[in-house]
């Protein structure tokens, strides 16, 4: 196991950078995940580590060693990429302990790594199949396996679990991360889901545009989000955000779209006025009197919730009812959100502004 220190490096392929200055510090055996929407950087900074692409400015140290010149073989990283990237032609046994036999290990010792990987992956049964005659999960297993079978320094993951179904999806997740509590091998994991995300990771990296958003645990992002793109990337239904101004004229308040008022706990210091972004996560709106009216557009229940999309002012919300309730569109309610769980943020930089 090592820790990973990535120092101010930036991507480019030809004059256009799309990687710019990222400083991400990863401790020896935490579980990572870089995470944003496609194009953000995430999968090509994975490569660079990997040494699978070439970095244009700054450094990348696993352990002691600078990597920057080190060849990906080299690096004693393993990597289990989105399509599995199996032989064919070759049993699962043989698969796992292919990198093994090129590196000319025993055939002893390659059968122990083996073997022990195939009891912790409950592969044990499907040694001597061959690919095709597994299933999709059992397939990401066999490539988890091979990951294993080396023993490596860090494990880096490129969107393992986007060729599964949903179902599938959630239990390779609980999978993942029951491996790593096991090992506690350093991993960085990359995707675009923050479903994953939030349920796996020590610590989320949230990547736009080539440059990191903000770094921090699952519910801190989630809690105190640094900015707009973080507020509404983190968390499902994303959070619902409102366009307004700061009033402090007697109470604390935001005053929205057509004159709508919203509470605020409090207000930043001089602030009466400023043009602000009010978010409130769909969950936390309660049903109450001295709420703010809305007229209901489309109900959504899931079982386990209900989601409900309604017009406040003009502006289209999303409120998430654990109770199940007799909406339907066109009835009138009351929303209150909590005022100690509002997030204010600045309309023009889009920076957190409320403490």
């Given amino acids: 196991m090592a820790s990973v220190l990535i120092s101010d490096v930036k991507k480019a392929f030809g004059a256009v950078y799309v990687i710019h200055g990222v400083d991400i510090d990863i401790g020896d055996g935490e579980f990572v995940v870089l995470v944003g929407p496609s194009g953000c950087g995430k999968s090509t900074l994975l490569r660079m580590i990997a040494g699978l692409e070439n970095i244009t400015v700054g450094e990348i ?125 350093t991993t960085i994991y990359v995707t675009h889901d923050q479903i994953e995300a939030m349920t796996m990771a020590d610590k989320i990296v949230v990547m736009h545009d080539g440059i990191v958003e903000q770094i921090g645990a699952p519910l801190d992002l989630y809690d105190r989000p640094a900015n707009l793109f973080v507020a509404g990337f983190i968390g499902s239904p994303a959070m619902n955000f409102i366009k307004g101004r700061v009033t402090t004229d007697g109470a604390a308040a935001f005053e929205g779209p057509n004159g709508v008022r919203l509470p605020l706990a409090t207000a930043p210091a001089s602030s009466d006025g400023r043009p602000a972004v009010y978010g409130i996560r769909p969950e936390h709106f309660t049903i109450a009197d001295d709420g703010v009216e809305v007229e209901i557009v489309v109900v959504e229940p899931t079982g386990s919730e209900t989601q409900v999309f309604a017009s406040l002012g003009g502006e289209e919300i999303v409120a998430v009812f654990r109770e199940r309730h007799p909406f339907k569109p066109g009835d009138r309610i009351r929303l209150k959100p909590n005022p100690t769980l509002v997030h204010l943020f600045d309309e023009t930089t889009g920076k957190r502004l409320n403490a």
């Fill in 61 to 185: 140290r696993i352990g002691n060693r600078v990597v920057n010149h080190v060849p990906p073989k080299e690096r004693d990283i393993a990597m289990v990429f989105q399509n599995y990237a199996l032989y064919p032609h070759m049993t699962v046994a043989a698969n796992m302990g292919f990198s093994l036999k090129l590196r000319g290990a025993p055939k002893e010792e390659i059968d122990s790594r083996v073997r022990r990987a195939a009891e912790i992956l409950g592969l044990t049964p499907y040694l001597d199949r061959y690919p095709r005659q597994l299933s999709g999960g059992q397939r990401q297993r066999v490539a988890m396996g091979r990951a294993i079978v080396r023993d490596p320094q860090v494990f880096l993951f490129d969107e393992p679990l986007s060729n599964l179904d949903a179902k599938l999806r959630v239990a390779m997740r609980t999978e993942i991360k029951e491996l790593h509590q096991r090992l506690r091998t």
